[in-house]
């Protein structure tokens, strides 16, 4: 087994596919790693994922901190940046990827993506983000779409919302209407977060800027844009396509932040559409 | 409320929904309202025309619940078809902030989706964990403070156990030196003793002699001065002078030492008056050291003052 790509001594003996609760499926040349975004974890992929089963490897895994990851693992310092995280990616991807890799990361998890390849140029083939934004505070002419003092007032939602963590988001308390394939697995994890990590990694993210280093990004990469989007506005869209050299900019017809979930085959299409004129 | 257009009894279904005791809306998949209630109308101070079909209900938080909504409420209704007691902060059309829990269950009807929505006002609620949150901050001030402090103390005794560690070495050093001196030192003094012992009794003429006098009495003193830095560095290790005692005759004692010291200074008279009986208990070279030390002072005295009388006892 080779050691880990970065910083692979750090907390020796834990079992990164344990740690980062890390799935892998399909069977193909290439592989895809899912990255979840901010506030849920990897179910955020049950209708785009298993659709790249017959052609491809298929990875996906939780951020440390989220959804079923080993929270233990979760160190304020290594995870302070979205660096530590992108560390974690590089491990994930030297144990369990096979082939060319395709990092599809959603929200903070494009930079994550980013930020690994810029470590370990040539790791990744492609990239696909959803929803990216490599800033998300105004700042002078840039548009990120939030003064400082709205990432407090999100602190302070988040600190009144426990989530699954007090396990009273759990449908059952509503009757889980129409979603008889849920299981209780999923229902208990999902957007689990341990209040003090999730504040923490709020700020991480929304904290966060890697303008800087998009211009440094040479790997092909498709950026997945939604027209109405809170977190990541078009505005933020058109800037990252300037921005990266070699990037192509697909706006989805889509309200919210998560076009995998809402508007998942349009999101397929985009990304099928991307994945052939690799090959070529 | 006052307003309502249900003009049938208590239990009429109409009725029940504009006036419930708490807020109810219809929204699409999107969040845009298509029903909302009297009660929640109220609570926001909007008129229903200003809400359906042209406001979302995330318009109407805060910026931090409007995130939250897209992070984590969106995603929750797409998976897992509801969600219960979230709580966020509605804004009324004043700008005041309201706290407020919410429940919402997805449904799918005919082909497209609805979420059906509860709002409860949550003042109380709100306050108390307003105050929770106060509370906890400072708790968390103090534990920092408290931790500051601890890591302040541990660095200070990491200190102070490196100077410990220092001192030890620095002792261990000096006691090695002493070893080199007491033992490496001594050896060759003694060969060079014996030596001249030798030399003394094979017939050596009168410059011979004063050389070999001159040999003796530096061996003599080298001898002392080592003697004398085995007991500064004893000293200043902390492990004190050493002292053999010995019964030992005084008398006799103080004689051996004034022979030697008679031919160190020529020039001055030394006497030895004996009172009492002279055995006793005490260290031999400590006494010849003392006596060693007491006349060289006197004899230095003397030089400067002649003919005065200095008495010791």
Sequence with gaps: MPSGAADGGWRVGVDVLKRNNVHVSGNGPATMVFAHGFGCDQHMWRLMAPNYEDRYRVVIYDLVGSGLSDLACYDKARHGTLQGHADDVLEIVERSAQGPVIFVG???????GMLADLKAP????????????????????????????????LLETLESNYLGWSSSMAPAIMGAPGQPELSVELTNSFCRTDPEIAKHFARVTFLSDNRAD???????????????????????????????????????????????????????????EFLGGLAH | MEGSSAAAGPSDAGALYNEAPCGLLVTADNGLIQRVNQTFCTWVGREPAELVGRCKLQDLLTMGGRIFHQTHWGPLMQIQGSVSEVKLDVVHKDGRKLPTVWNAVRRVHGGSAVHEVAVFIAEDRGKYEHELVLARRR??????????????????????????????????FAEQMMAIVSHDLRNPLSVIRMSAHILARSGLNPKQEMALARLVSSNARATRLIADLLDFSRGRIGTGLEVEVADIDFHALVDEALADLRVAFPDTTIEHRRVGAGVCRGSADRLIQLIGNLVALVAALVADRAGHQFGAA
């Design chain 2, 139 to 172: 708790a968390e001030e103090l534990l920092a403070k408290e931790q500051e402090t601890q890591q302040a103390l541990r660095a200070a005794q990491a200190e102070r156990d490196r100077q410990q560690a220092l001192a030890e070495d620095r002792a261990l």
């Design chain 1, 214 to 272: 998009l211009s440094r990004l040479q790997t092909p990469t498709l950026i997945l844009q939604c027209t109405d989007d809170l977190i990541a506005p078009q505005a933020v869209g058109d800037y990252m396509k300037r921005t990266i050299p070699n990037a192509t900019l697909r706006l989805i017809e889509n309200t919210g932040h998560c076009p995998h979930l809402s508007a998942p085959s349009a999101s397929r299409a985009a990304v099928d």
């Design chain 1, 122 to 153: 040539g790791k990744f083939a492609a990239q696909v983000m959803i929803g990216p934004s490599p800033c998300y505070i105004n700042d002078g002419d840039y548009v990120g779409g939030f003064e400082r003092g709205d990432i407090d007032s």
């Design chain 1, 106 to 112: 959603h929200s903070v998890s494009a930079m994550i």
